[in-house]
């Protein structure tokens, strides 16, 4: 039984997951892992349902207090966890009224739709999806059957109807007009951060400045989720390339650097782990019996005569 205080309920490749896990990563806080698989609904089980009727992840658990929302999370480690650097500077300060500004601007991208909208419009891509392909033909298979279960739920659980029906309808805004609109609206977004940046490193002496000054903070938290999934859509020659947005492509590379980071993008590599795994033991059974047909196969050519025989006496 872990004595750790806190228990993430998690996914590996959820963005918002990605966020309260580089929170505790920064906070040097050691905690429970709960991996929920939204792929095969285990959120959306009554079990959980229960302790989150949205059916998302992030979910925070200390003792009998329940924390959801990725930026709910943030907040509340950041009071409750002494250690590390302060995440969520006082309010009544100036650069914790921009930190709290700038989260409510890299939050108000509308991520889902320009991930899952690139997902099913490869053609407005620049560049490769750093996706399996399978891992996409999956995600497309898994969307339809999710709105199937989700809508069968609402009938067999009528008191969470309209969590179940809300979650449902996520899945039928991934038009392409919108993705279009979303990746318009990013751009503009990553002018107004690179101008934060070029604020930032003049008025921080040497060359460890981040997003509203010389600590790193929950705004930079946001942003370095944000970066990372648009390397993974094959975004970021669009958004942050040296030639055009300079100080944000320096920013990508220095975060690299950052213990967090990497605690973070190791945790994010298991996806792909545990999407090969699940395939594989998906296909035992077939491949065991296939094996097992070859088996008796080559077993009767080499007995042929004998089993004739033996089948021709009786």
Known sequence: ???????????????????????????????????????????????????????????????????VESEKIIDYIDEEIKSGPILVPDLSTPVGKEVQRLRQFIGGIRIEITTFGLFF??????????????????????SEKNVNSLEEAALKYPDLRDSYIAKAEIFIIFVSKLVVQCLEEIEQKCDHLEECLRKSKN????????????????????????????VKLGLEGRYFCETKRPLLYDYFQRIGHRQSVQLLRTEVKKLVSMFIWNRIKATVPYVAALGLTIGLGVWFMKNKSAVINLVVKK
Request: with cysteine.
């Open 1 to 67: 039984m872990s004595d750790n205080r806190f228990t993430l309920y998690y996914f590996h490749g959820s963005y918002y997951s990605q966020k309260a896990l580089l929170a505790l990563f920064e906070k040097g806080c050691q905690f429970n892992r709960k991996f929920i698989n939204i792929h095969t609904g285990e959120q959306k089980t009554p079990e959980y349902m229960k302790m989150n009727p949205l059916g998302q992840v992030p979910l925070l658990k200390d003792g009998e207090e329940i924390v």
């Open 121 to 142: 419009n490869p053609d407005l891509l620049t560049s490769g999806v750093k996706v399996p392909k399978s891992y996409l033909k999956h995600l497309k298979g898994s």
């Open 203 to 230: 008025t921080v002496k040497g060359d460890e400045f981040w997003l509203t000054g010389p600590d790193f903070n929950a705004a930079d938290i946001l942003l370095v989720v944000f970066m990372d999934r648009m």
